[in-house]
């Protein structure tokens, strides 16, 4: 048999074990019937692939399903103890981390503070030891780690892995993740803060059967996540969806970064210097002032908002980070300028939504569940 026959044979072997898996992770508990439907596979092939799943100890039994005809059917599951998949997420003052399972169920989560004064690797040393003692932690649900993903809400240079900076702290090409690939001998896979929040959105969050997306991160300044045909859009060098700095007003505020009226300087919490917790809460009480503010960034954030539905025409645009905590004091303004500034037919087919992610571990929740799905993901290839 030829080298390339062979060759095509390994890949489509894998392509149909990566298939079993992925409907197995997405449908547990399901039967090989229903695989078989799912999977477009014929049913020995299915035997063949859950057999050694078995042996991997990645699908156990699952009880059974009585069909109106014909005997019982034994159903499979995916073992959610499977492997460990940890998360690592760099902000410009702590790094937080956190373990879970193959289902993003986190198991343990911890939370590095730094000083910008401390050296760089130093910060990333401290990170890999309380990572190594999380680890430890969590042995008793698995001893397979299965890799780690890393966050940044910083820039990202894709083709070498490197941090390219973080301005507010004076990081720049710090190798982060060349330095965790020797501690820890996994995959690790390293993305933008927004572009891992967008990913968990895709798989944990409300945007599960949408092919088009918009994530947005707004906080302390606006970050971007794209999911374009199904599919995180980076750009060429990585570093699409830095929206924060789109011009909003040629004569507005003086921005950090040298120019003037970039969207984070008028559509997020920096022109307040407050939390959006904070605002709501003063909100809720009557403050004018804190509904005013409040309404000032609902508008700012539609008119940016409105040009990019133009350019991308998503289903859905994602809300997420510290604004989520606004609630309708941004949602209903923000709206109310897209309707004024978006083509009626377009805008009745477009959702804005607060991300459902962002509650449960507080504001990085959205991104600490993308970076360990960047993991996960890994099953699947
Ligand atoms: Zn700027």
């Given amino acids: 048999m030829s080298s390339k026959l062979v060759a095509n044979q390994a890949l489509m072997k894998q392509q149909n074990r990566a298939r079993v898996v992925y409907a197995l992770w997405k449908n547990s508990p399901i039967s090989r019937t229903g695989l078989a439907k799912f999977t477009g596979l014929n049913k020995a092939t299915i035997t063949n692939i859950i057999l050694s799943l078995q042996e991997e100890n990645m699908v156990v039994h699952k009880g059974s399903l009585q069909g109106s005809v014909g005997r019982a059917q034994k159903l499979l599951m995916f073992n959610e103890n499977y492997g460990l998949c940890a998360g690592i997420m760099i902000r410009a003052k702590n790094i937080n981390l956190a373990i879970s399972n193959v289902r993003a169920k986190i198991l343990w989560s911890s939370d590095v503070p730094f000083s910008a004064e401390e050296p760089p690797l130093d910060v990333v040393d401290r990170v890999a030891s309380t990572l190594e003692e999380g680890l430890a932690a969590c042995k008793q649900y698995s001893e397979n780690f299965l890799g780690i993903g890393v966050g940044t809400a910083s820039l990202l240079r894709h083709e070498d892995d490197m941090l390219y900076a973080i301005h507010s702290i004076d990081w720049h090409n710090v190798p982060v993740i060349q330095y965790l690939r020797q501690r820890f001998h996994v995959p690790i896979i390293a993305d933008t803060a927004s572009n891992c929040a967008a990913l968990g959105e895709k798989y944990f969050g ?79 009480e009557g403050d004018g002032t804190a509904i005013a503010e409040l309404a000032k960034i609902g508008n700012n954030l539609g008119k940016g908002l409105a040009n990019l539905i133009n350019v991308l025409n998503p289903q859905l645009i994602v809300l997420g980070g510290d604004v989520v905590h606004a609630g309708k004091w941004v949602m209903t303004p923000c709206r109310s ?23 449960e571990l507080g504001v990085s929740t959205p991104s600490i569940i993308g970076a360990i799905t960047k993991v996960i993901e890994l099953l699947f290839q």
């Avoid at 924060?244 to 919490?269: F, I």
């Avoid at 300028?337 to 509650?359: A, N």
């Fill in 206 to 284: 409300i945007a599960e059967n949408v092919s088009d997306m918009l994530y947005l991160s707004v906080g302390y300044g606006i970050g971007g996540g794209l999911f374009l045909g199904g599919k995180l859009y980076r750009g060429k060098e990585g570093f699409a969806g830095d929206i924060g700095h789109m011009t909003l007003d040629p004569n507005g505020p003086q921005c950090p970064c040298g120019k003037r009226g970039c969207w984070e300087m008028m559509a997020s919490a920096i022109p307040t210097g407050k939390s959006f917790l904070e605002l709501r809460q003063a909100a809720d």
């Fill in 337 to 359: 300028t897209l309707q004024e500034r978006v083509w009626p037919w377009v805008w009745e087919r477009t959702r804005v939504e607060y991300s459902g992610l962002s509650s």
